[in-house]
């Protein structure tokens, strides 16, 4: 598509909100004036910016909207666990085999990576979070280093090779015009090479802290509490007389069993249900799986603790984890709606667009009409296909760009001396460690934060260093080698 005004609105809007980003400020102001002046100019009319400030807001809230429920449902599950006790008799048996930080930083790299190189990371984040981070926390992981793990090794490391699944693969390889098994394997070695470096520089800033022996400190437990405040309410209301401690004395004992079991048969039956060749557990659809299992549990606490009383207090419960979803991650919504903007499948619903009336991709129609000034060597092409891949990124998805990286890595190997697999390996790499998300806060990156009570915006930028470090010895990595 040609390049218009509100192309050049679009990318100089990008750029404003990358660098208030980089200077620790808000971007939600940028974002919903950006998000007016390029819909008002592409219209023509004043009118049509109005009506794409919602629809983009719109727009956004349906896509995000399951990561909303899930973090929902996992706060009102731990919250309900909150009032039985159960969330501290849960995290004992860990504890004992966390015994420091530096432990459990690798119990916790090692369990996500596996399970979101399976599943994908969607599925992976509320287990991970609700029963391992606090764990680590406790043994001296500071809260922000271990949200960076967990994003990391699963955002990062299994969603960028996606070696199992092998959807992003797939994509890239078809539209670059080579073998998938070409790509598969390049992009293991990459994503291991980017992750372990990242998660070393993660590590080296963080050793002094988990080093101290702070686990019991005062510091260290509120930190751990922070997880589980919004249950406080209701374990204030509750009066504990004998009745209602023999229930938390007995049914905290009873669910402390039951949820790490109940979770560790989800993941079994879904490891089961893919080595057999099965299919339908792949992002939200394993998600869905989780949320189901959350829920029927939330139910059975709610009952066990409250009895009759259950009947309202488990809509409490809900209404809190919506609240608390909603105020953690609402700044999220305007952001992705902007650049959901960036895409072609978004802007008729955000424009208004009338059915086969051109669609423009502001993000991606720019990048294509910047492809010619690449040189043609190896060296600018491999670092060139690496910013493509991560500029691609910047609308949270991280798969949406796969296809224009791929078919820029087949365009332009022959001329850049460079195999076509690589270039599209190195592309793969920059749109999913970006967009998949690791560098920014409008991605799954979201739910992380949401579970951990962070900042997503504070915990994109603790990321943007290592990340973008890492990825560019990788990408140096694999124009040496192959």
């Not at 048969?265 to 099965?278: E, P, S």
Request: a negative charge.
């Amino acid at each position: 598509m040609e390049i218009t005004l509100a192309h050049w609105l679009y990318l100089f809007v990008t750029i404003i909100v990358i660098g208030t980003m980089l200077f620790r400020r808000g971007v939600v102001l940028p974002i919903i004036i950006g998000t007016f002046l390029v819909a008002a100019v592409y219209k023509g009319d004043v009118v049509s910016g109005f009506q794409a400030v919602f629809n983009a807001n719109l727009v956004a809230a349906k896509e995000l909207f399951s990561i909303f429920l899930i973090i929902s449902l996992m706060i009102a599950l731990l919250n309900a666990l909150k009032g039985l006790g159960a969330d501290q008799r849960l995290i004992m048996p860990v504890q004992k085999i966390m015994v420091n930080g530096h432990v459990s930083f690798i119990i916790l790299f090692a369990t996500t990576y596996i399970i979101s190189l399976f599943f994908w990371p969607t599925p992976a984040v509320p287990l991970i979070c609700a029963l391992l981070v606090p764990a680590a926390v406790r043994a001296g992981v500071p809260v922000m280093s271990a949200a960076m793990v967990v994003v990391i090794s699963g955002q990062g490391m299994a969603l960028s090779s996606d070696y199992v699944i092998q959807v992003a693969p797939v994509i890239s390889a078809t539209a670059a015009g080579v073998d998938k098994a070409l790509i598969t394997d390049k992009l293991m070695v990459l994503s291991l090479i980017t992750g372990f470096c990242a998660l070393s520089i993660v590590y080296l800033s963080a050793r002094k802290v988990m080093s101290k022996k702070i686990a019991q400190s005062e510091e260290n437990i509120k930190m751990q509490e922070n997880f589980f405040e919004d249950a406080g309410e209701l374990a204030a209301t509750v009066e504990d007389d004998a009745d209602i401690v023999q229930r938390k004395e007995t049914w905290g004992k009873v669910f402390a069993v039951i949820v790490p079991l109940s979770m560790l048969a989800v993941m079994i039956y879904m490891f089961q249900f893919k080595i057999t060749g099965g299919s339908g557990f792949e992002g939200t659809d394993g998600a869905a799986f989780v949320g189901g299992v959350a829920t029927i549990l939330l139910v059975l606490a709610t009952i066990a603790l409250n009895r009759i009383h259950a009947l309202d207090q488990i809509s409490e419960h809900i209404t809190d984890g919506f609240v608390f979803a909603f105020k953690a991650m609402a700044p999220v919504i305007p952001i992705a709606g902007f650049f959901f903007m960036g895409s072609s499948e978004f802007t008729p619903a955000i424009l208004s667009l009338s059915e086969g009336a051109a669609t423009p991709a502001f993000l991606f129609d720019t990048i294509q009409a910047g492809q010619v000034y690449i040189p043609q060597n190896s060296i600018f092409a491999g670092y060139g296909i690496l910013l493509i891949g991560i500029i691609t990124g910047l609308d949270g998805s991280g798969f949406s760009g796969l296809p224009l990286t791929g078919a820029l890595s087949g365009a332009l190997s022959s001329g850049a001396n460079i195999d076509a697999s690589t270039m599209a390996a190195i592309g793969q790499m920059g749109a999913i460690w970006t967009g998949g998300g690791t560098i920014i806060a409008w991605s799954s990156l979201v739910a992380v934060a949401g579970f951990l009570k962070i900042s997503p915006i504070e915990l994109a930028r603790k990321n943007f260093i290592p990340v973008m470090i890492s990825l560019l010895i990788a990408t140096t990595v694999a124009i040496l080698i192959w």
